[in-house]
């Protein structure tokens, strides 16, 4: 059983964590390894996303899917990074797809 303080302690063999975003006490949270080798603690992929999500330079939104990079720079689309970045960025595409030019 878990009340208030069972929370926390041990929950079958591996420690409880807490969100580092909204410091909720879950027993489903996880982690996330980044680049850098830093491991952060979420509850949910929101709380994730709001901590690790890299934002569009052009229109600042947070970038969720795989967005684009250009010159060091995140986008979130080729559009925003078309705005931004000059030649390189002119370059930019948002998918390879077939529909015709
Ligand atoms: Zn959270
Ligand atoms: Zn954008």
Not at 20 to 33: G, H, I, L, S
Not at 51 to 74: M, N, T, W, Y
Request: charged share 20%; glycine share 12%; aromatic share 10%.
């Amino acid at each position: 059983m878990f009340d208030a303080c069972g929370y926390g302690i041990e929950f079958g063999g591996f420690v409880m964590a807490i969100c580092e975003v909204c410091e909720n006490d879950y027993w489903m949270t996880f982690e996330v390894r980044t680049v850098g080798g830093d491991v952060h603690t979420f509850d949910s992929f929101e709380c994730a996303a709001h901590k690790l999500a890299p934002i569009c330079e052009h229109c600042q939104v947070k970038i969720l899917g795989h967005g684009v990079e250009v010159s060091g720079r995140f986008f979130c689309c080729a559009h925003c990074a078309r705005s931004k970045e000059g030649t390189e960025g002119a370059q930019v595409r948002d998918s390879v797809g077939a529909r015709p030019s």
